[in-house]
């Protein structure tokens, strides 16, 4: 599992197939089974949500629309969930989930999951390079004093 | 609270002050120097960084001077904090779940 400070990675390596893995990732019943209840459809446009248990002061309920579609390839979506005053739900940004699906040689699946603020398209996230490295430490700060 | 936090530094020109800011004070005069965009619209950025409290203004006189609150990036802090715990445990399950798809097409 790699971290950065600007978006979440994480890395799997599972012996399933694409297929199966894609399944997993697109079937809303297969999918709440290890995520949360749902109506995805892999469909660019779609607009669906995932649904938990409401916390605290958040409904339980993350906004989403699928983005970029891939058949057992990719997966885009956006995400944006949570709570703004309560900070244990996770922050409620406007932020895109990407999932990425590439066959191993084992015939598993390399999977990759990238949780980000911005899409990868939008000018933000290619102009934060240098810059980023600032707004890291400061984040690191203010985590520290969170 | 500002759920628009990201889009506010997902502007190039907006980023760019955010940081000139970070290193010292400014007036809108003084950033003027550094980009080419007009006034009225450097005053528009700072009014979106100010309404994201990503920048405090301090009045002096004539001038307002603009300085980054590098504290207003917390909650993506705690954002990332969420979804790094969250992510791995989910994912944990998808592993899990995947074995059983596999018993049930046996």
Redesign the interface.
């Known amino acids: 599992m790699n971290q950065g400070n600007e978006q979440i990675v994480v890395e799997y390596a599972l012996t399933e197939s694409p297929a199966k893995v894609w399944r997993a990732l697109t079937e809303p019943e297969l999918l709440a089974r290890w995520l949360m209840q749902n109506d995805i459809v892999p469909i660019v446009g779609h607009k669906f949500n995932f649904r938990a248990q409401p916390m605290g002061d958040w409904n339980g309920v993350v906004d989403c629309e699928v983005l970029e579609v891939i058949p057992e390839r990719k997966l885009v979506y956006s995400w944006q969930g949570g709570s703004t005053a309560n900070d244990a739900y996770g922050h409620k940004l406007a932020t895109t989930v990407t999932w990425t699906l590439e066959p191993a040689t084992d015939n598993g699946t390399h999977l990759k999951l990238v949780h980000h603020g911005f899409h990868p398209d939008d000018f933000g996230f290619k102009a934060m390079g240098q810059g980023w490295r600032t707004k890291g430490q400061a984040i690191d700060s203010a985590a520290a004093s969170a | 609270?500002?759920?628009?936090?990201?889009?506010a530094?997902?502007?190039?020109t907006r980023?760019?002050i955010f940081?000139r800011l970070?290193t010292r004070e400014h007036t809108v005069t003084e950033l003027k120097s550094y980009f080419d965009v007009s006034q009225p619209a450097i005053s528009q950025h700072l009014g979106i960084l100010k309404h994201c409290d990503l920048v405090r203004e301090r009045r002096s006189g004539r001038f307002a001077h603009y300085r980054a609150r590098?504290?207003g990036?917390?909650?993506?802090?705690?954002?990332?904090?969420?979804?790094?715990q969250?992510?791995?445990e989910?994912?944990s399950?998808?592993?899990?779940?995947?074995?059983?798809?596999?018993d049930e097409s046996r």
Do not use: N
């Open positions: 609270m500002r759920p628009d936090l990201l889009k530094l997902g502007d190039s980023l760019a940081e970070c590098p504290e990036l917390r909650p993506l802090a705690t954002w990332l904090r969420h979804y790094q969250f992510w791995p989910k994912l399950a998808l592993s899990t779940v995947l074995k059983e798809i596999h």
